[in-house]
């Protein structure tokens, strides 16, 4: 076959783009740090990656989940404490109030700070976080409580459904607390109507207040019941981030070891490359011979 001089420039030319191509893939992948640019390089890779990247887009949605369970819970249990804490309070002064020898100004203080305490635990029981009444179920944009002529409403229309939220493939939790657990089942048998029995019978008598603290004993036992339940489901919860947090760390290896190029091989690829477009330039240099216009000239 005779070989012509348009048929070297020709090869030489296409040669060296294929050279120039390989060093520019070379160079992309040193800039971007992955295997995989465009789906044409490897589809086999490319195909793997979306495989890889949805899992992890998986895990961190789960992961900011479990955040929100994580936030409701620990919110709701801080809440619940603070109510623990007031009733025990509220404990304290009924037994202060019950003793014969307390005089009627005593106890019209004790009066003044109950009535303080009933406010300070209807404002817990309104607690709102980032917007959300966290003790009304799933109606979370309705404040559950307010108090009219010194009687405390709402515990009629609570809602008690349960807040549910996926934290897990095919694992859901329930990040909230049902309220009529802690608060009563009805505006009349309620948490506040007990404090207000004690509220009132400091003008009664001992025997009425007596039995006040009975009462305010089994509202105790309500709180810390509902923080048991929260704290088993709370305990749940770190089990499930643990696992995610193993699950994201395998997930972005394994990702990373699909994509992310070895440093060290593509340098060396790269500077090979480089060399070998080096010598194609050199040797077609020498080799396309002069034409006669390039005498002419």
């Known amino acids: 076959m005779r070989v012509t001089q348009n048929m070297l420039s020709q090869n030489m030319l296409n040669n060296l783009s294929n050279n120039y191509s390989n060093l520019g893939k070379y160079l992309d992948q040193l800039n971007t740090g992955k295997k995989v640019n465009v789906p044409s390089d490897d589809p086999v890779v490319a195909m793997k990656g979306i495989g890889y990247r949805s899992q992890v887009a998986r895990i961190e949605q789960f992961t900011r989940n479990a955040?929100?369970?994580?936030?409701?819970?620990d919110s709701s249990d801080a809440a619940l404490d603070k109510a623990t804490k007031a009733l025990?309070?509220?404990?304290?002064?009924?037994?202060?109030?019950?003793?014969?020898?307390?005089?009627?100004?005593?106890?019209?203080?004790?009066?003044?700070?109950?009535?303080q305490l009933k406010e300070h635990l209807v404002d817990i029981a309104n607690t709102n976080v980032n917007g959300k009444y966290i003790f009304n179920g799933t109606d979370i944009n309705e404040k559950p409580f307010k108090i009219e002529n010194d009687k405390v409403i709402g515990i009629d229309k609570l809602n008690t459904k349960p807040v549910v939220i996926e934290v897990a493939?095919?694992?859901?939790?329930?990040?909230?607390?049902?309220?009529?657990?802690?608060f009563g089942t009805s505006d009349d048998d309620s948490m506040f109507a007990d404090i207000q029995k004690f509220i009132d019978a400091l003008d009664d008598g001992n025997e009425a207040i007596e039995k006040s603290i009975g009462v305010l004993d089994n509202r105790i036992d309500d709180i810390i019941n509902a923080r048991a339940d929260l704290g088993a489901r709370s305990n749940r919860l770190d089990l499930i981030e643990d696992r995610l947090s193993e699950q994201e760390i395998v997930a972005t290896k394994m990702m990373s070891k699909n994509e992310d190029v070895d440093y060290e091989k593509v340098i060396t690829q790269f500077l090979t490359q480089e060399s070998i477009l080096r010598a194609s330039l050199s040797a077609g240099a020498k080799t396309i011979q002069p034409s006669l216009l390039d005498f002419l000239r």
Do not use: C, H, Y
């Open 67 to 73: 955040g929100e369970v994580r936030n409701w819970m």
């Open 88 to 115: 025990q309070k509220l404990r304290e002064l009924a037994v202060q109030a019950s003793t014969d020898t307390l005089g009627a100004d005593e106890r019209k203080s004790i009066k003044k700070e109950a009535e």
């Open 169 to 182: 493939e095919g694992t859901k939790l329930q990040a909230n607390v049902n309220p009529k657990e802690m």
